[in-house]
């Protein structure tokens, strides 16, 4: 089991050097930031770009692993996203994950949108990934690609050196539909969940474990169906919308990520502090829980 955090892209570099340098020191393995234009009750607050600010965070660390969480089509393109990560992966010195998902309604998916366009609809969001997420396969691994596609489009788009991760960098796919899985299964080093979104304000942490036993057997049949071992791809639970509060004190996490250790997950992935937010929780409590709660584990 491995335990990861969640910085948002909220603090100006004078601060924000500090924060990723402080969840290096408490022994995170990665640390992750999302890849939002803006989002929820941030909106009228500062957040800042992922790809700069990871970026920045890969000069001021030294051996934490560093990624988005997650990056998807709503303001993508497949061949400029290629050309950033590949930049970043060599600057960080080959720690770069990229967590990538289909994407929602917010902000992302009406900010590039003019004034009478709808957003996408779920289904349009699933078919522009089951291009985006093979099309950035080959960008990271090859060096010329030319693809005409439904959606996306590249001519001889060059990506040399390619990145220093090879084949190329991991991709950990957010998924919860059969599609989603589908592409997790053939082109992921890892799955991504947040649960079951109908069961954070009702439910019961009972049937939230339920539903994310259900969730993994799903994805091991997708597995199953592309070829690939399931046990060989890594499973990541990002908290913060599932029932209950696994954060209110080391043993309610531990006990949290204990039960999810079981059903096969192999990391997981808190959210830092942040004051007067849906993430603010007692900061000493959460370095014990980035210190401590692995070794209670094992």
Not at 162 to 173: N, S, W
Request: glycine residues 10%; charged residues 25%; aromatic residues 10%.
């Amino acid at each position: 089991m491995r335990l990861s955090t969640v910085i948002l892209p909220i603090h100006r570099w004078g601060e924000g050097q500090k924060v990723w340098q402080h969840a290096e020191d408490l022994g995170f393995h990665t640390a992750y930031t999302y890849d939002h234009l803006s989002w929820r009750t941030f909106r009228d607050g500062p957040w800042f770009g992922a790809v700069p600010t990871l970026t920045a965070a890969a000069t001021a660390t030294q051996s934490m692993r560093l990624g988005t969480l997650v990056t998807s089509p709503n303001f993508r393109h497949p061949v400029t996203l290629a050309k950033d990560l590949i930049t970043l992966d060599d600057v960080s010195g080959g720690r770069i994950t990229l967590g990538i998902g289909a994407g929602g309604n917010g902000f992302d998916a009406t900010t590039l949108r003019r004034g009478d366009e709808e957003p996408w609809t779920p289904r349009e969001r699933a078919d522009h990934f089951d291009e985006f997420v093979p099309l950035l396969d080959r960008l990271l691994r090859e060096p010329s690609v030319t693809h005409e596609g439904r959606f996306y489009d590249a001519n001889e788009a060059r990506n040399i050196p390619g990145c220093l991760q090879r084949p190329r960098i991991p991709f950990a796919v957010a998924a919860t539909g059969p599609r989603g899985m589908r592409l997790a299964a053939r082109h992921g080093q890892a799955w991504v969940t947040t649960g079951d979104p109908k069961l954070f304000e009702d439910g019961t942490p009972e049937q939230s474990v339920a539903a994310i036993s259900g969730q993994l057997s799903r994805f091991g049949a997708a597995c199953e169906e592309v070829g690939r071992d399931v046990a060989a791809l890594d499973k990541i639970l990002l908290t913060g919308f599932t029932p209950g509060d696994p954060l209110r004190s080391l043993d309610a996490f531990v006990d949290f990520a204990g039960t999810h250790f079981d059903l096969g997950f192999t990391e997981i992935v808190v959210h830092r502090p942040e004051p007067d937010s849906v993430f603010d929780v007692d900061t000493k409590v959460f370095e014990r829980i980035a210190t401590e709660a692995l070794s209670q584990l094992t």
